[in-house]
Nanobody
């Protein structure tokens, strides 16, 4: 099993910035990809950004140029080396949602499985 701990959400004015973090923990796991999803009230959960194990990012169009997804420095040890971030700049009210970290990970010899964080609220005021 892989557990995900998220942090960094909050309330910010339009044009402001927030950085979300996601730290996986567990034993004998490797991460194929890490992504961030969001879900606004009354809407479906949508993919915001994803980064592969090779460090290649993909973004939804509405956040391109404003959001950056990246993984932690490879020099870190333990769980820190697997921590991922979503840097969000020039936030807009329409970015308001609960943001969920998602990883596709392999535990031991098992095939890849999806794991989800608990979610963190991001609220952008106009």
């Amino acid at each position: 099993q892989v557990q995900l701990v998220e942090s960094g959400g909050g309330l910010v004015q339009a044009g402001g910035s927030l950085r979300l973090s996601c730290t996986p923990s567990g034993s004998r796991f490797s991460i194929d990809a890490m992504g961030w999803y969001r879900q606004a009230p009354g809407k479906q959960r949508e993919l915001v950004a994803v980064v592969t194990s090779a460090g290649l990012p993909t973004y939804r169009d509405s956040v391109k140029g404003r959001f950056t997804i990246y993984r932690d420095n490879a020099k870190n040890t333990g769980n820190a080396k697997n921590t991922g971030y979503l840097q969000m700049n020039n936030l807009k009210p329409e970015d308001t949602a609960v943001y969920y970290c998602n990883v596709i990970a392999r535990v031991g010899v098992q095939g890849p499985l999806n794991y989800w964080g608990q979610g963190t609220q991001v609220t952008v005021s106009s």
